[in-house]
């Protein structure tokens, strides 16, 4: 066999593959939302905290996840919704009511950190998420943000 054979032989067994991956669709679900249990219910976000949120971290640590249309595509699909998955587990504002007092503290103190050290939002989502490339100020605001929330909740003060 020749090279230009192997070659054609090769992409026609390569675009089988891809189009057999199509069938194995991830889960892409938006679970419904009891606003009352919401982060943004429960504390009171200032908007340009809330802003932040909405533009770097809604879209894995929500239930308010936009699909961007390669999450349709198989293997990236897999991977966006294994990050949303993992993401939602870990932290999920749309289901904050239902963390117990020290979660909510701990949570808020892995944001200050996550913020800090920069893991949050993801490195990687931030090239095709541009507004998720956070100023260095934007960071020390919400960093200031979570710091301040982790200590009520843990102080028990009343503001
Ligand atoms: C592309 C998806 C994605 C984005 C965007 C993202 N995260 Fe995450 N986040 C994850 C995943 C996946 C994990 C769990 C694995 C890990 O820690 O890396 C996680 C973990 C965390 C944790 C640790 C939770 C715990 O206690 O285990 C915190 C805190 C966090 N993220 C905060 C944020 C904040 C704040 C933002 C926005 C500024 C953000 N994340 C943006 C995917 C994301």
Redesign the pocket.
Known sequence: MNLKKIAKIGSIVGGIIFVLMQFIQPNRTNPEIDQSKTMQNELNIPADISA??DR??N???SNQTKWPFYSYIAPASWLVSY??M??RK??NMSEWGNYKLSKKA??LS??YQ??NDR????PK?IPLHPE?NFTDGERGQ?AAWAQKEAEKLMGGEEE
């Open positions: 932040l949120l770097g971290c879209d894995c640590h990050d949303v993992e993401g870990h932290f701990t949570k892995g944001i996550a913020i893991s949050m939002p993801m989502y998720a919400m």
